[in-house]
């Protein structure tokens, strides 16, 4: 377990200004070094022998000192929301751990990232910020390897008949698509809000608030490309040649869905190199589907009607003529599966809209019922009317 490190952004020139407390005020200079200094994953190569990597994605963590006291729980509760967990096991599946990221993990991590922030054992740090020496930030994040590797590992070694129920199934590893594993909106809210704060106040002008940004885009950019290669350098090799060729993109689900079963991986890559709008469906309702009354409570199998005895036995039949490589017998499963007719999964797998894109099955849902509804010439024509469509098929309730 010794085998470990952080993902650090890297530094632009403009962060000089942004730390300074005359240049940009104090609240945002103490917000700016937070988020200089954060690290944005924690990284285990080769943890044990049944795992080939561990990545843990952070976001910013600019309210430590009300997150560590056991009063203000909901701060940590909320701020595990955005933390990912990711791990590629031995035979190379790539799974989702966010479930496993307890209350007392997420607290354990916390207080170990508040003890490195506040200097704690290197003498006092003017406002809390982040101790600039590198050698007290290695030992803090030395124990906070540690301490967390010894917490997951102790849970990721007790598996269970239903462990397959944390493969990943919708994360992807392209940051400008939905579902993707770099979720920035939640990062560092806090950061974004002081900087426009001090825009608003003029502490700061526009053209200094447009670099700041442009620092931002850049950095995380950078950061996002570094962790989805250090994935993408765990997985397997063939799978991954496969899934490029469906054209489906780096969708970690359908990558398993390939991998979990290579003899079948075939038949698989076919599909979804007919059908790539029905990505996130088939990793959905394929992977490890004797296992889906395991999955506990979850609201998106729920909006989605994937669990229903219906979706269930469909899948069931999609299944086994997917890999038997019946492909009439699977467009047939697939409009029965979402009450359509036949010909509307016929007319997708020909053409091959690109503008529908890889909707969630929930919306894909939505979509097919509105496809089915239309004439055969009414359909949308162009990447427009296809935007507009999709807009029209969101239910009320999901806006």
Same mark, same amino acid.
């Given at each position: 377990?010794?085998?470990?490190?952080?993902?650090?952004?890297?530094?632009?020139?403009?962060?000089?200004?942004?730390?300074?407390?005359?240049?940009?005020?104090?609240?945002?200079?103490?917000?700016?070094?937070?988020?200089?200094?954060?690290?944005?994953?924690?990284?285990?190569?080769?943890?044990?022998?049944?795992?080939?990597?561990?990545?843990?994605?952070?976001?910013?963590?600019?309210?430590?000192?009300?997150?560590?006291?056991?009063?203000?729980?909901?701060?940590?509760?909320?701020?595990?929301?955005?933390?990912?967990?990711?791990?590629?096991?031995?035979?190379?599946?790539?799974?989702?751990?966010?479930?496993?990221?307890?209350?007392?993990?997420?607290?354990?991590?916390?207080?170990?990232?508040?003890?490195?922030?506040?200097?704690?054992?290197?003498?006092?740090?003017?406002?809390?910020?982040?101790?600039?020496?590198?050698?007290?930030?290695?030992?803090?994040?030395?124990?906070?390897?540690?301490?967390?590797?010894?917490?997951?590992?102790?849970?990721?070694?007790?598996?269970?008949?239903?462990?397959?129920?944390?493969?990943?199934?919708?994360?992807? #590893?392209?940051?400008?698509?939905?579902?993707?594993?770099?979720?920035?909106?939640?990062?560092?809210?806090?950061?974004?809000?002081?900087?426009?704060?001090?825009?608003?106040?003029?502490?700061?002008?526009?053209?200094?608030?447009?670099?700041?940004?442009?620092?931002?885009? #850049?950095?995380?950019?950078?950061?996002?490309?570094?962790?989805?290669?250090?994935?993408?350098?765990?997985?397997?090799?063939?799978?991954?040649?496969?899934?490029?060729?469906?054209?489906?993109?780096?969708?970690?689900?359908?990558?398993?869905?390939?991998?979990?079963?290579?003899?079948?991986?075939?038949?698989?890559?076919?599909?979804?190199?007919?059908?790539?709008?029905?990505?996130?469906?088939?990793?959905?309702?394929?992977?490890?589907?004797?296992?889906?009354?395991?999955?506990?409570?979850?609201?998106?199998?729920?909006?989605?009607?994937?669990?229903?005895?219906?979706?269930?036995?469909?899948?069931?039949? #999609?299944?086994?003529?997917?890999?038997?490589?019946?492909?009439?017998?699977?467009?047939?499963?697939?409009?029965?599966?979402?009450?359509?007719?036949?010909?509307?999964?016929?007319?997708?797998?020909?053409?091959?809209?690109?503008?529908?894109?890889?909707?969630?099955?929930?919306?894909?849902?939505?979509?097919?019922?509105?496809?089915?509804?239309?004439?055969?010439?009414?359909?949308?024509?162009?990447?427009?009317?296809?935007?507009?469509?999709?807009?029209?098929?969101?239910?009320?309730?999901?806006?």
């Amino acid at each position: 377990m010794t085998q470990h490190e952080s993902i650090q952004a890297d530094a632009y020139p403009i962060d000089a200004e942004l730390r300074d407390d005359g240049t940009a005020g104090p609240e945002l200079a103490w917000l700016a070094s937070s988020y200089c200094d954060s690290p944005r994953a924690l990284v285990f190569r080769n943890p044990s022998s049944d795992w080939r990597l561990f990545v843990v994605t952070l976001p910013l963590a600019s309210r430590l000192s009300l997150m560590a006291n056991p009063v203000f729980a909901q701060l940590t509760r909320a701020w595990g929301l955005n933390v990912r967990f990711v791990g590629v096991d031995r035979d190379g599946l790539a799974y989702d751990f966010r479930a496993l990221l307890s209350d007392r993990t997420l607290a354990l991590l916390v207080e170990l990232l508040a003890r490195r922030e506040s200097g704690a054992g290197a003498g006092t740090v003017d406002r809390g910020r982040p101790p600039r020496g590198e050698a007290h930030g290695d030992r803090a994040l030395d124990v906070l390897f540690d301490a967390l590797a010894r917490e997951m590992l102790t849970v990721l070694e007790r598996r269970d008949d239903d462990w397959r129920r944390h493969l990943a199934r919708e994360l992807r #590893l392209e940051p400008n698509l939905a579902g993707n594993l770099f979720d920035h909106g939640g990062r560092y809210p806090d950061f974004l809000a002081a900087l426009r704060g001090a825009l608003r106040k003029g502490l700061v002008d526009v053209e200094f608030y447009g670099r700041a940004l442009r620092s931002i885009d #850049l950095r995380e950019a950078a950061v996002d490309a570094r962790i989805a290669a250090l994935i993408e350098s765990a997985l397997d090799p063939v799978a991954l040649a496969k899934l490029a060729r469906t054209g489906a993109g780096r969708h970690l689900g359908c990558y398993n869905w390939l991998r979990i079963e290579p003899a079948r991986a075939a038949p698989r890559a076919h599909l979804l190199a007919s059908l790539p709008a029905f990505a996130d469906f088939f990793a959905e309702a394929l992977i490890a589907p004797e296992n889906a009354g395991g999955a506990g409570f979850d609201l998106k199998p729920l909006a989605a009607r994937s669990q229903s005895a219906h979706s269930l036995h469909w899948a069931g039949v #999609l299944r086994r003529a997917i890999d038997a490589g019946q492909d009439r017998a699977a467009i047939e499963a697939i409009a029965q599966r979402f009450a359509v007719g036949d010909n509307v999964i016929r007319r997708i797998w020909r053409e091959q809209p690109a503008a529908l894109g890889q909707p969630p099955t929930w919306h894909l849902a939505q979509v097919l019922r509105r496809l089915h509804a239309l004439g055969e010439r009414d359909w949308p024509a162009t990447d427009a009317a296809w935007r507009t469509l999709l807009a029209q098929a969101v239910p009320a309730e999901a806006l």
